[in-house]
T-cell receptor, first 116, second 116 residues
Framework: AQSVTQLDSHVSVSEGTPVLLRCNYS??????LFWYVQHPNKGLQLLLK??????LVKGINGFEAEFKKSETSFHLTKPSAHMSDAAEYFC??????????????FGKGTHLIIQP | GAVVSQHPSWVICKSGTSVKIECRSL??????MFWYRQFPKQSLMLMAT?????????EQGVEKDKFLINHASLTLSTLTVTSAHPEDSSFYIC????????????FGEGSRLTVL
C-alpha cells in the first residue's frame, strides 16, 4: 500500500526567501513521485517528477526536489520565492496497481503563502 | 506536455437540471480518463474511471446514476451531473494518461459547478 504525508498544511514565507514544502511517502515498490501545483479554480500543473533516474529533480519555475529513499522523503524547494508561487501544492505517489484506479495517492496539499 | 481541455470552466444551473462537462485530450488518444471531485481546501477525490467504448468504473460511494460518464471516442469523455442539487456544487477535474504506464497524468483545467 502507498501513502503520502504532506507535513505542513500551510507554509508562509517572505518574497525572495527560500521555500521548503515537505513530503514523506510510503510505497511497497519503487514508486514514481510528483509535485503538482494548483492555482485557485485551476487544474493541476506538473512541477516535476521522479521516476527512478536522478534523485535530484529539477522542475519548472525554479523548483526542485530530492528523492531520499533512506528518509522516504521528496521535499520540494525553491531558492527564492516569488509572489506568483502562492498556490496549493500536492505531493503525489504513483505505482502501477497502487493507490486508486488511477494508480495515484494524493497528499492533502500544502497552501503556500508569499508575504510581500 | 500533453494537453487536456475541460469545458465549461464555470457553470451555474438551477436545482433539478442536468449539467454536462466535457474532457478532451487535444494532442493524444486516451483510452482511459479519470474524473475527480475537489471540495474546498481539500485534495482531489477520484470519482470514476472512464473507459473508451465501455462502462465507467465508479469508486465506492459514488452514485453512478447521479454522475453519468460517457467515453464515446479516444479523445472525449463527458461527465453529466443529473438532477443536480446544491450539494453537487463542487470543482470537477478530469485527467488522462498518454499511452502506456508512465505514472504521469495530465489534468484538465477543472470545471466549477454551482447549483442554485
Amino acid at each position: 500500500a502507498q501513502s503520502v504525508t504532506q507535513l505542513d498544511s500551510h507554509v508562509s514565507v517572505s518574497e525572495g526567501t527560500p521555500v521548503l514544502l515537505r513530503c514523506n511517502y510510503s510505497s511497497s515498490y519503487s514508486p514514481s513521485l510528483f509535485w503538482y501545483v494548483q492555482h485557485p479554480n485551476k487544474g493541476l500543473q506538473l512541477l516535476l517528477k521522479y521516476t527512478s533516474a536522478a534523485t535530484l529533480v529539477k522542475g519548472i519555475n525554479g523548483f526542485e526536489a530530492e528523492f531520499k529513499k533512506s528518509e522516504t522523503s521528496f521535499h520540494l524547494t525553491k531558492p527564492s520565492a516569488h509572489m506568483s508561487d502562492a498556490a496549493e501544492y500536492f505531493c503525489v505517489v504513483s505505482e502501477e496497481g497502487g493507490g486508486g484506479a488511477d494508480g495515484l495517492t494524493f497528499g492533502k496539499g500544502t497552501h503556500l503563502i508569499i508575504q510581500p | 506536455g500533453a494537453v487536456v481541455s475541460q469545458h465549461p470552466s464555470w457553470v451555474i444551473c438551477k436545482s433539478g437540471t442536468s449539467v454536462k462537462i466535457e474532457c478532451r485530450s487535444l494532442d493524444f488518444q486516451a483510452t482511459t480518463m479519470f474524473w475527480y471531485r475537489q471540495f474546498p481546501k481539500q485534495s482531489l477525490m477520484l470519482m470514476a474511471t472512464s473507459n473508451e467504448g465501455s462502462k465507467a468504473t465508479y469508486e465506492q460511494g459514488v452514485e453512478k446514476d447521479k454522475f453519468l460518464i460517457n467515453h464515446a471516442s479516444l479523445t472525449l469523455s463527458t461527465l453529466t451531473v443529473t438532477s443536480a442539487h446544491p450539494e453537487d456544487s463542487s470543482f470537477y477535474i478530469c485527467s488522462a494518461r498518454t499511452s502506456g504506464w508512465s505514472g504521469e497524468l495530465f489534468f484538465g483545467e477543472g470545471s466549477r459547478l454551482t447549483v442554485l
